[in-house]
């Protein structure tokens, strides 16, 4: 094995200017920097990871808390956040509650004992009961994708999915539409405000009866819903899901309906997912920026690493916004 003191041989220089180089906590003159990097390219060295967080107290982890990787969106932000840890020289510990409220709370209670710098909670499902585990913990915290009231304790990056809602429900309102119906998940119920609250600006109410929950957020939940949905009111017009994966599902369902889209149904989602944009036709969609708040909240935990005094807690939220595409259309 490659050690620090070859490469300080190799370079010419004494091993601690070598560990300098590495750490980067000590300035190197440029010249010398070129050569002990050099040498530890031509002989391949790796600085052992766990001797260096034992001499800094630093690992260059960050924990991340996701529900899970199977939909597009929890998989495309645990891939940006991944990009942006690269670009500041961390590296990713990746946990997954599978939306279950014991697991979560187990991995929440292990991690406050593991050595990660910092911890990104992202998404609220199953989470939100167990957060005091984190008081004694010794690392910043952040929120992100965080849809219901946020703890004061924390700093939060999220989006603001109220608004998410009330774009597309202007959207249809806007094509004429007033007989719609809704495709949720229980976890949505501020999209759903957000969309009625669109229609309510023109006096026209969106009913209880007209949301319908998906048995599962998935494909097939969408399409169990979307049948539901045309089922209770026949001469609905346009369909609103609270995720594209359930809106991929509707449009399947109005097919099997015999329902033409969007000359006779018009179906909008919520992420601007890859199975909005593979679909027939091409679904319109609000997009998340996912990956603008992936990159605001790891700056923001790594930042708040190094930050001294009390400053007030941030809350950033970001906007979303409308891409139409093939799936929407005036109302028949």
């Known amino acids: 094995m490659v050690t620090m003191q070859d490469v300080a041989e190799r370079a010419g220089v004494t091993k601690q200017t070598v560990s300098n180089v590495i750490s980067g906590r000590v300035a190197v003159r440029p010249s010398t920097e070129a050569r002990v990097r050099a040498a530890i390219d031509e002989l391949g060295y790796l600085p052992n990871l766990v001797a260096r967080s034992l001499a800094t107290g630093n ?3 960050v924990g991340l808390f996701v529900p899970t990787v199977v939909t597009a969106f929890y998989a495309d932000l645990v891939e940006a956040v991944e990009d942006v840890l690269e670009e ?3 590296h990713l510990l990746l ?3 599978r939306r279950d409220g014991e697991r979560a709370r187990r991995h929440l209670a292990g991690l406050t004992s593991r050595s990660v710098d910092a911890l990104l909670i992202a998404g609220d499902q199953d989470l939100i009961d167990h957060l005091p585990l984190l008081s004694h913990a010794r690392f910043p915290v952040v929120l992100c994708a965080w849809e219901t009231d946020v703890p004061e304790r924390y700093p939060v990056v999220t989006i603001d999915y109220d ?3 009330y774009l597309a429900g202007r959207h249809l309102r806007e094509l004429g539409h007033e007989r719609v119906a809704v495709l949720a998940s229980p976890a949505h119920s501020v999209r759903v405000e957000g969309f009625r609250r669109a229609f309510a600006v023109d006096g026209v109410t969106v009913p209880d009866r007209a949301v319908h929950m998906a048995p599962e957020p998935s494909f097939r ?4 819903a979307a049948h539901a949905a045309l089922a209770a009111a026949p001469g609905t017009t346009a369909l609103f899901a ?4 359930l809106a991929a599902g509707a449009l399947v369902a109005a097919r099997e309906a015999g329902r033409s889209v969007p000359r006779g149904l018009s179906v909008v989602g919520l992420d601007d997912s890859p199975e909005g944009l593979l679909s027939r036709p091409a679904l319109t969609s609000v997009a998340l920026p996912k990956r603008e708040m992936a990159r605001q909240a790891i700056e923001l935990l790594l930042r708040d690493r190094t930050a001294s005094g009390s400053p007030a807690i941030p809350r950033r939220l970001l906007r979303p916004e409308l891409v139409v595409r093939d799936s929407t259309g005036p109302a028949a």
């Not at 939940?221 to 169990?224: D, L, Q, S, T």
């Not at 609270?242 to 994966?245: A, G, I, K």
Request: hydrophobic share 15%; proline share 0%; with cysteine.
């Open 59 to 61: 690992t260059r982890t």
């Open 95 to 97: 946990c997954t509650t």
């Open 242 to 245: 609270t995720h594209d994966v």
């Open 88 to 90: 500041h020289g961390h």
């Open 221 to 224: 939940g969408g399409i169990a």
């Open 163 to 165: 608004h998410s809602g």
